[in-house]
Every structure is written in structure tokens, then in C-alpha cells.
């Protein structure tokens, strides 16, 4: 069964540090382009991190870029996600996803989500 799985949310402080981990079970994971997305209440799903397939190259958004880091275990088919300093605007539900397009910044590459998990920052 093709499915990811997030993991790691929770209700932390402002400034502090939470890491998500996306288990895969994908047939071929490591051909795979991958990525992190949000949602937060009222506002659209949008990607915040990508991951090339062999991890040599990522992407941010501008919003996270220098605080959080997106990383892979291609043996172990996970993909995480490391958020430091994080702010109340970080709130949201985080989305592992998968792509099938070349561009790892290019959302609508993106074909397939787990189920998400909530990230809450308090003041």
C-alpha cells in the first residue's frame, strides 16, 4: 500500500524546536522527489520544503528558509523535517508529499500526501 505517514507534531513554545519525520512506504522511494507542505487555519496548502531525490539539493521557502531543514534516509524511506526558532505564524497542520516533477519547489508536482500533523507554537 502506497502511503506516507507523518509523525512528530506537537504544541511547543515560540523559539523553540520540533522535528517531523514522514515514513514512506513506497515501492521506489528513492526515485522520488519529496517535500514538506502546510496549512494553516484559513490559508491554503502550501510547500514550504523540498528534497531532490538524492538529497543533494533542497528548497525553501521563504518564510522558513534558515530555520528549518529538510532531509532524507533513502534506506530507511523517510524524509524530515528539522524546525528551529519557530514562530506562532508556524502554526499549521505539515504534510509530507511526494512529486513526480523534476522541480522540487514546483507544487503542483506534488501527487500524494499523508494524512498531516499539527505543529501549534504558542506565545
Known amino acids: 500500500q502506497v502511503q506516507l505517514v507523518e509523525s512528530g507534531g506537537g504544541l511547543v513554545q515560540a523559539g523553540g524546536s520540533l522535528r517531523l519525520s514522514c515514513q514512506a512506504s513506497l515501492r521506489t522511494f528513492r526515485s522520488y522527489n519529496m517535500g514538506w507542505f502546510r496549512q494553516a487555519p484559513g490559508k491554503e496548502r502550501s510547500i514550504i520544503a523540498g528534497?531532490?531525490?538524492?538529497?543533494?539539493?533542497?528548497y525553501y521557502s521563504d518564510s522558513v528558509k534558515g530555520r528549518f531543514t529538510i532531509s532524507r534516509d533513502n534506506d530507511k524511506q523517510t524524509v524530515d523535517l528539522q524546525m528551529n526558532s519557530l514562530e506562532q505564524e508556524d502554526t499549521a497542520v505539515y504534510y509530507c508529499?511526494?512529486?513526480?516533477?523534476?522541480?522540487?519547489?514546483?507544487?503542483?508536482?506534488?501527487?500524494?500526501w499523508g494524512q498531516g500533523t499539527q505543529v501549534t507554537v504558542s506565545s
Open positions: 508529499a511526494r512529486s513526480r516533477h523534476w522541480n522540487v519547489a514546483y507544487a503542483p508536482g506534488y501527487d500524494l
Open positions: 528534497i531532490t531525490k538524492s538529497g543533494d539539493k533542497t
